[in-house]
Structure formats: structure tokens, C-alpha cells
């Protein structure tokens, strides 16, 4: 029963995560006094490309043809150890925070190596800097993770949800509190938001994501949207289930998990609608300030770690 | 056991002779080849034996090197544990050798020497892992150094690696006369040279001594393992040698300084102060963080591979140093976890970084270039060497469910363990190195996408890469064999930590520490801090893996796929000059970071004369010298070179000359005994 609930959750994982997308880009749309295309247009999108063939480039090696079913496995495996609904999950064991980090780091890897495996300059550039700003958002994610276990005496998810649930006090403290602001500012650049990139542009020279998978078209383009759409979503749960966790289900009852449904889907809608506006009021920074960016949410998840030290 | 032990000692030892003898034939090098399987297949099963029984190998040989107390010889578990990386190192870098070496029956080497001293390369550090006494050990460290120094020198017709060998033989003897100074000390106050006699004694040195012991050690052996800033022999030595070998240097032989270290830290002192391990945990997050920013800057592949040793160490380090400082605190379960990280460091360091050389050593074989941007293209002219190659990337870089992702897993758990260490101030010091550490891992990620995208990605970028071919068989062998043990090592930790555990209990009263955590499918730390489990991680990816491909053939989605060219913004015609370089991936790094590096940077622009709207030429020149060569090495080398020029003076070459020195001397010293 458990086992069926955790692949029922990754499906509906995997299901809402162009919802969330597109209801970004919808609201941010309205914000902007522009009609926007509905929230459920990625849906269409992904069905076009499913459809559509694949144009390959005649430079690109196997890795090419490899890399999206890659991409999207090491994101998918990542949904089976996020507690969108319910906590502890039955494969809470095979992979705590570390795990989750490291396996979003596989898809990173292997999408900046097909950056550059058509030999164009632009996707040499996106992955170039995909591999910065991921290399130096590492440590804010491991600061953050650390500050998170302190809390919770464990660096698994399960664990650290039904932690702050059993003490609600933890959930206010300025460390969770801090931690929570770096780890938001690592989730715009790990998932490609404005102020480190632009996730509505393709031809810019600022560009990041979008330069990387540039070459791909068809399926292989529609498994990393996807993807990337479900990574998105991941951090926002991960934002708004590990330090704000109510509403998440701890036991298999009905109505906890129709609870469950709910809370998710309004921390969700929340979460989008703050990005939205940040992505309406602020410009994108040049490459080069990102890192200054980065370091802030570095300060923060230090200090965090530090006052959940002294607090404790 | 026994046997075993004569089976090694012989096999390396006629692998040497054949080499002497026929070392030139093909037939020769392959019969070098399998002296130094059967050796290292011995040894590992020597080794091997000695984990599994419990039971300690020893041989006492006294009539030997009897002023020193006799060649002692006696391998417990901790030995054992480095024989077997020994044997994983080996085998497959001698099966590479074979073909490998053939190259070299052009005359650019002498293939006899080559095949001999690779042999007694291997005897010598399989017999430091067994010395027993100061001397043994001492006599086996000099060999080992020696022995390596020549494998350096292999290809001595050139300038940089006699400029490499002078910087290896230099760096080897200065830490070798810490470690002499280091051994007086500790022997001093025993009044012998046997190891179980300074286990006793080392209790009762006085606490400055025993400081000074320490820090003589960690500086002795540390240079051997590439510590920052002693690490400057390694881009320098590791590239010259032939792949083979550095493959063997990068991956076992610096591990022979951890193995010295903590033989001399923790089995005869039996662990510290917590600076110590501070010491440790602060040089290791350097030489972490510094190897992998100078690997980054790096074009050469093998200098790039070689940066990253210096980086793995640090992680070793890193490991270590959180070990000690548990040890000292009390918290044995915590330091049995650093200690395990580390270990299990050193074991897949040896195999990743063994399969990066040896694969580095074929695109070598076949470009004859170590410039990574004259490569490119490389994946569709040698696709299982590219395959290889990925994998020890992906393994370094700790991506899951590889055996990089697990030993840093344990090293992070450790650190983050350290919030149970009593003292504030030494508390705060934990998250530094979490981040620190993070960010090395980042970075080591962002390298190899470098390493691996610019060296077999896109199209060539030159005619030599463009022509290159597949290795031969036993070379593919060889790096088939590591990257297996690079996939095993990751899916299946829990048949190492326990082992590891095993190993380390009773080492400065370390406890046993199956009776401590569980480490069975799922890792799990001491009091359930983290929980993971690589395998069933691996197989659900697996799973994943099939099950996605599988589903869309299911839907009968469109699966057409045209080849095209690439998309050059409305421009055909596309060649490898518009690639990205490797230089161009590592720039916005460079300016990040450019604190650190402080790069050097020339810009000359020649304008037409009647117009400076034209530009004739433009030339760009940008260097990157490492701080610690300025700061640390030129002043000591300039001294030193300017006390040799003075004392050249005296050497005129004149015999006249010298007898004139002699009387001198000779009268000098009769004055002074009539005085006297």
C-alpha cells in the first residue's frame, strides 16, 4: 500500500509539475498587463513535441541521444525521495538531502557535456556557466542541508518533516528562518529563474539553460522540459514541505492525504506567486554578479547554521 | 601466507629480469606485464588474507641489516588494506603497460629499465605496507622513491621531465629527512626501531616531542601525498611519466604518505591533541579547494589529473582530520565514521584516478598531444576509451550511484557529525569545511565537464586528433577493469565499510564498529544522523531507465529522428575553430575566483598607421603562476642558486688548483691540532 502511494505521489508529481510552470508564466503574464497563454499551455507544448520528429546534429556523438532519458531519470528518481504529500516516505532510507542534491548534480553533468557535444559556441557558453553557477551554489546547498539537519537530528527528509511537525517552535527559529532565504536564492539559480537567467528568452547572449539544450528538438526536447519543469517543482516543495511542513500527510487516511493534496497545491501556489512578482520587479543580473548573489545566500546559510548552533 | 608472500617477492622480481633480459621484444614486455600481475594478484591475495583472518603476516629476517634491529616484516590490517590498493592499482596498470609501452620501441626510452624498475616499483611499495621496523620502513620508502624517480625519468630526452624528475628527487628527500627526524625522535625515547616498541614508548615522550614528532610526520609524509603547499612535484612529475605509471604514482603511491601517516598518527602515537586533527582537517580543505581551482585553469590533461590528486588528498585529509578530533573527544563511533570515509577514499581514489590516467595515457597514445585544446571529436574515434574515461569523470566528480558519491557521503556525514564535539569554538569550524568542501565537489563537477566535453565532445581541432585511433586490446583492458571496480565500489559499499571497520578497530583504541552503526544495504551513520543506500539508489535508476524508453515506445510516439547540421545562427559551414575552448569554459571561473589566481594578463593591439580604426593584429596572453611557487619555492631556489654560483668559484677545474685547496686544508688542520 505504501509502495503504491509513493509511485501514485511521483505520478502526480510528475503530472503537476507543467501545471506549475505554466502558472508561473500565466501569473507573471497578468503581472506585466499582458493576456499570457493559460497556465496548462506546457501541457501542449510537451504533446506537440512528443509528436514531433528529432533533428540531430550530424556532430553529435551517442551521448546526445543518451543524455535526455539521463536527465529525466536522475530528476524522476529524485521525486521518489521528496515527501510532496506524505512523510516518512517508504524509500526515505535509499537517499537523504545529500543523496537528492548529488543525483540533481548527475543531470547538470550530463546536460552541460551535450552542451558542448554539437560543437556550437553557444552551448559550449550555457554550460560553461551552468557548471559556475552550479559549482557555486554548491556550498549554500550543503550549509542549508546542514543547518536543516541540526534542527532535525538527521539529514533525511522524512525525518527533518516530522521533526519541525512534532515542534512547531523549530519552524520559526532564525536559523530555519535563514536557511529557508538561502536555499530560495539557490533555487532560482539551480532551476534557471530570473535574476541568474531567463527562462523566457532563447536568443540572448545571457542565456543559460536554454543555450545548453539549444540542439535538441522533438522528444529529447520534451523529456528536458520536463524536466526541467520537475525540478522546479522539486525545489518548490522541497522550499515549502521541509520548513513549513503542515499539511503533510504522516499517517495513509483519506482525508489526511486529500489534506495533503491541498496544502501542497496552495504552498505551491503561493511560492509561484511570489516568483512571479520577483521575476516582474527585478532585471537580470550580468553573469558576473551572480556569483556576489551566490555568496550572499552563502552568508545567510552559514549564519544559519551558526544561530541554529548557538540556539540550540 | 607465506607462500603467497614468496609469490609476489618472485613474480616482480623475474617481471624485472625479463625486462633486463628482453624487455625490448614485445614478448618481453608482455612477460613484465604478467610478473607484475601475479606480483600485485599475490600481494592483493596476501592482503586480502590477512583482513579476512585477522591473523597478522610476519617475517623476521635478523641477520639482515643487523644494526638496525633486522628486516622486519609484518603486515597487520591496516598494511593489508594498502597492499590490496596496491593490487587494485596495479594489475590493471600493468596489463595497460603491455600495450603501452610499445610505443616506446622507437628509442625515445630504454624499455629493459622501464620494465625493470616498474617492477621494483611495485616490490618496494608493497614492502613498505609490510616494514615493521624504522629501518625496514625507511629502506622500503627510499626504494619506492628512487624506483618511481626513474619512472619519472623515462622519457629523460626531454627538458621538462628532467626539469620534473629535479623537482620529484628534490620534494622526496626533503620530506624523507622529516620523516628520518620524525623516526629519531619517536626511536630515541624507545631505544629501538621496532614499531610495537614505539607503540609502548610513544605514550610517554614528552608532549613537546611528541608534537614535533607529528608535525615532522604530517610535513614528511604529507609531501609524498601532495599536501598544498608541498604539492609542487606532483603537476610536474605525474605528466612525464609514462600514463602506466602515473596512473600508479597518482593513484597508490601518494596514498603511501596517508598509509605512513596514519601508521605514525594513530597505530604508534595513538591519536593527539585536537589541534592535530584541526591541523589536518585545515591543510586538507586547502589542498581540496586549491587543486581543484588550479585543475580547473589547467589545459594539459594530465597536469589537470594531477591537480586533482592534490585535491583527493585534501578530501582524504579532510576524513582524517575529523577522525582525530573525534578520537580526541571521545566520540569513537564518530571517528571510526571520518576514519572509514577516508579510507574508502583511498581505495576508489586509486581506482578512478588509475582509469582517468590510463585514459588519458590513450588519447595521448593516439593524438600524441596533451593539450586539450588540440583535441576534440575524440568519442567517435575511440568510443570505449570515451565510455571509460566518463565514468572515472562521473566517479570523481561523486555523482551516484558511482563510488566517489559514497566515500564523500561518509566524510560529509562525519563533518556534519561534528556538532557533537563538546567545544564551541572548534564547532564552528565544521560548516566552513562543509561548504569548503561542498564547493570543491562543485567545482571538481564543472572540471570534468571540462575534461571530458573539450577532450572527446564536438569536432577535432587538429588534424592529429581528427587521424586518432582506439587503443589496443590490453590497454582497453586495463581501463575496462577500473571502471568495473569504479561501478562496483559505488552499488555494493556494503561489502567495504563493514571490512573497513574491521580494519581500523584497535587502532588507537578505535572499537569495532559493527557493534556501533549498521552498515548493511543502507549506510547508516552513528546514531541515525543519515541514511542512504547507493545500491537500491543504483537499481531504482536502472529501473528507471528502462522503464522510461519502454513507456514512450508504448505510445507509439513519433520516432523519427533527421541528422542536420548544427544550428550556427543562420551561418553554415561550421568548423572546430567555432568551438568553445577549454580556456573559454574555464574563464567566468577564473574571473570568480580571480582573487585567488591573480592572473596575469597581456593584451597587444597592432592599429593600421594611417588609421586606428583597422586592427592588424591582436595578441592576448594570459599566465596563471600559483601563489605558493612565488611566495615559497623561488626565493629558496634563487638562494640556493646564487649560494651554488658562489661556491662554483672555488671549482676552477684546475688540478692545480685543488692540490693548492688540499695543502691549504692540510696545514689548516695541523695548526688546529698543534693549537688543540
Redesign the interface.
Given at each position: 500500500m505504501k509502495y503504491v502511494l509513493e509511485v501514485a505521489q511521483t505520478v502526480f508529481a510528475l503530472a503537476l509539475a507543467p501545471l506549475v510552470v505554466g502558472f508561473v508564466r500565466w501569473l507573471k503574464a497578468r503581472l506585466q498587463n499582458r493576456r499570457g497563454a493559460p497556465p496548462w499551455q506546457p501541457y501542449f507544448e510537451l504533446v506537440k513535441l512528443f509528436g514531433k520528429e528529432m533533428v540531430v546534429s550530424k556532430e553529435a556523438s551517442w551521448l546526445f541521444r543518451c543524455a535526455p532519458y539521463i536527465v529525466f531519470v536522475s530528476t524522476l528518481a529524485v521525486t521518489f525521495l521528496v515527501p510532496f504529500l506524505f512523510a516518512p516516505l517508504p524509500f526515505d532510507g535509499v537517499g537523504d538531502l545529500l543523496a537528492v542534491v548529488y543525483l540533481l548534480l548527475l543531470g547538470t553533468f550530463f546536460l552541460a557535456l551535450v552542451g558542448l557535444d554539437p560543437g556550437t559556441a553557444f552551448g559550449g557558453m550555457g554550460s560553461s556557466r551552468e557548471m559556475t553557477v552550479a559549482a557555486i551554489a554548491e556550498p549554500t546547498i550543503a550549509l542549508a542541508i546542514f543547518s536543516l539537519a541540526l534542527g532535525a537530528g538527521s539529514t533525511n527528509l522524512g525525518r527533518i518533516v516530522t521533526q519541525t511537525l512534532g515542534n512547531p517552535a523549530a519552524a520559526i527559529s532564525p536559523g530555519h528562518v535563514l536557511a529557508f532565504a538561502a536555499l530560495f536564492i539557490v533555487a532560482l539559480a539551480e532551476t534557471g529563474r530570473l535574476p541568474v537567467d531567463n527562462p523566457a528568452t532563447h536568443l540572448e547572449l545571457t542565456m543559460i539553460h536554454e543555450a545548453m539544450i539549444l540542439e535538441y528538438s522533438g522528444r529529447y526536447l520534451a523529456l528536458i522540459e520536463w524536466s526541467a519543469s520537475l525540478k522546479f517543482m522539486i525545489f518548490l516543495s522541497l522550499l515549502a514541505n521541509l520548513f513549513v511542513p503542515w499539511g503533510v500527510a504522516t499517517d495513509f487516511t483519506p482525508v489526511a492525504l486529500a489534506v495533503a493534496v491541498i496544502a501542497l497545491l496552495l504552498k505551491l501556489v503561493l511560492l509561484g506567486f511570489f516568483i512571479a512578482v520577483l521575476e516582474t520587479r527585478v532585471a537580470k543580473l550580468r553573469l558576473f554578479r551572480v556569483p556576489e548573489l551566490l555568496g550572499v545566500s552563502f552568508v545567510l546559510a552559514l549564519l544559519a547554521v551558526t544561530s541554529s548552533f548557538l540556539l540550540r | 601466507m607465506k607462500t603467497l608472500f614468496l609469490a609476489m617477492f618472485i613474480a616482480y622480481g623475474l617481471g624485472a629480469f625479463a625486462a633486463l633480459v628482453g624487455g625490448r621484444k614485445s614478448f618481453g614486455r608482455w612477460l613484465v606485464a604478467l610478473g607484475a600481475v601475479l606480483g600485485a594478484g599475490a600481494g592483493l591475495a596476501l592482503g586480502a588474507t590477512v583482513i579476512a583472518t585477522g591473523i597478522p603476516f610476519t617475517l623476521f629476517f635478523p641477520e639482515l641489516l643487523p644494526l638496525g634491529g633486522g628486516l622486519a616484516l609484518r603486515l597487520d590490517a591496516l598494511g593489508a588494506f594498502f597492499l590490496v590498493v596496491i593490487g587494485v592499482g596495479a594489475i590493471p596498470a600493468a596489463l595497460y603497460g603491455a600495450g603501452y609501452t610499445a610505443a616506446y620501441k622507437d628509442g625515445r626510452a630504454s624499455l629493459p629499465l622501464l620494465g625493470a624498475m616498474f617492477n621494483l616499483f611495485l616490490l618496494t611499495m608493497s614492502l613498505v605496507t609490510l616494514a615493521d621496523n624504522v629501518l625496514t620502513f625507511l629502506l622500503m620508502w627510499e626504494g619506492m622513491s628512487l624506483t618511481s624517480y626513474f619512472l619519472v625519468m623515462t622519457e629523460a630526452g626531454e627538458e621538462r621531465t628532467r626539469n620534473a624528475g629535479l623537482w620529484y628527487i628534490g620534494m622526496t628527500h626533503a620530506g624523507l629527512g622529516m620523516l628520518l627526524a620524525a623516526f629519531l625522535l619517536l626511536a630515541g625515547g624507545a631505544g629501538s626501531g621496532a614499531f610495537a616498541d614505539l607503540r609502548a614508548s610513544a605514550a610517554s615522550l614528552t608532549s613537546g616531542a611528541r608534537d614535533a614528532v607529528f608535525v615532522l610526520a604530517f610535513l614528511g609524509f604529507g609531501s609524498k601525498a601532495g599536501i598544498v603547499p608541498l604539492h609542487v612535484w606532483l603537476p610536474r612529475a605525474h605528466p612525464a611519466a609514462p600514463s602506466h605509471v602515473s596512473a600508479l604514482m597518482s593513484g597508490v603511491m601518494i596514498k603511501m604518505g596517508i598509509y605512513g601517516f596514519l601508521r605514525v598518527a594513530l597505530d604508534l602515537m595513538g591519536g593527539g591533541p585536537a589541534w592535530w586533527g584541526g591541523l589536518v582537517l585545515g591543510v586538507g580543505v586547502a589542498s581540496a579547494l586549491l587543486g581543484v581551482l588550479y585543475a580547473l585553469m589547467e589545459h594539459d590533461l594530465k597536469r589537470l589529473l594531477a591537480y586533482h590528486s592534490v585535491e583527493n588528498v585534501g578530501i582524504i585529509l579532510i576524513g582524517i582530520g575529523t577522525g582525530l578530533m573525534f578520537h580526541r573527544y571521545g566520540l569513537m563511533p564518530l571517528a571510526a565514521l571520518g576514519f572509514i570515509g577516508a579510507l574508502y577514499h583511498v581505495l576508489n581514489h586509486a581506482t578512478f584516478k588509475g582509469l582517468l590516467f590510463l585514459g588519458a595515457g590513450s588519447v595521448l597514445h593516439a593524438t600524441h598531444t596533451r593539450n586539450m585544446e588540440e583535441m576534440?571529436?575524440l568519442?567517435?574515434r575511440m568510443?570505449w576509451t570515451?565510455l571509460f574515461f566518463?565514468i572515472g569523470a562521473?566517479a570523481i566528480?561523486?555523482?551516484?550511484p558511482l563510488n566517489g558519491?559514497v566515500s564523500e557521503?561518509l566524510i560529509?556525514?562525519s563533518l556534519?557529525g561534528g556538532?557533537s564535539i563538546p567545544v564551541?569554538e572548534v564547532?564552528?569550524l565544521m560548516?566552513?569545511a562543509?561548504?569548503?568542501?561542498?564547493?570543491t565537489?562543485?567545482?571538481a563537477?564543472?572540471c570534468?565537464?571540462?575534461a571530458?566535453?573539450?577532450t572527446f565532445?564536438?569536432?577535432p581541432r587538429s588534424p592529429e586528433a581528427a587521424h586518432a585511433h582506439e587503443s589496443p586490446f590490453s590497454m582497453r583492458l586495463g581501463m575496462a577493469l577500473l571502471a568495473l571496480a569504479c561501478v562496483g565500489l559505488g552499488v555494493a559499499p556494503f561489502a567495504v565499510v563493514p571490512v573497513l571497520g574491521t580494519i581500523l578497530a584497535g587502532l588507537g583504541g578505535l572499537p569495532d564498529t559493527r557493534a556501533e552503526f549498521t552498515m548493511n544495504v543502507?549506510l547508516?551513520t552513528p546514531?541515525?544522523?543519515?541514511?542512504?543506500?547507493p545500491t537500491?539508489?543504483a537499481l531504482?535508476?536502472l529501473l528507471?531507465?528502462g522503464l522510461?524508453?519502454s513507456v514512450?515506445w508504448l505510445?507509439r510516439?513519433?520516432?523519427?529522428?533527421?541528422?542536420?547540421?548544427?544550428?550556427?545562427?543562420g551561418r553554415v559551414g561550421?568548423t572546430?575553430r567555432?568551438?568553445?575552448t577549454a580556456t573559454?569554459?574555464?574563464?567566468?571561473?577564473k574571473?570568480?575566483f580571480a582573487e585567488i589566481y591573480r592572473p596575469m594578463k597581456e593584451l597587444t593591439v597592432d592599429f593600421h598607421p594611417e588609421s586606428k580604426y583597422f586592427v592588424q593584429s591582436i595578441e592576448y596572453r594570459s599566465e596563471i603562476t600559483p601563489w605558493f611557487d612565488q611566495a615559497l619555492y623561488r626565493p629558496f631556489l634563487q638562494s640556493a642558486t646564487f649560494v651554488a654560483q658562489q661556491v662554483r668559484r672555488l671549482q676552477a677545474g684546475s688540478l692545480h688548483l685543488y692540490l693548492l685547496y688540499i695543502a691549504i686544508v692540510l696545514i689548516l688542520l695541523l695548526i688546529v691540532a698543534r693549537w688543540l
Open positions: - | 576534440g571529436g568519442i567517435k568510443p570515451a566518463l562521473a566528480s561523486a555523482l551516484p558519491f557521503w560529509f556525514q556534519l556538532v564551541p564547532v564552528v560548516p566552513v562543509v561548504g569548503l568542501l561542498a564547493l565537489s562543485g567545482l563537477a564543472a570534468f565537464v571540462k571530458f566535453g573539450i565532445l564536438a569536432l543502507f547508516q546514531s541515525a544522523f543519515g541514511q542512504m543506500s537500491l539508489m531504482g535508476l528507471l531507465l522510461v524508453p514512450l505510445l510516439l513519433n520516432r523519427q529522428r533527421r541528422l542536420s547540421d548544427s544550428w550556427g545562427c561550421q572546430a567555432m568551438e568553445y573559454a569554459f574555464a574563464e567566468p571561473l574571473r570568480v
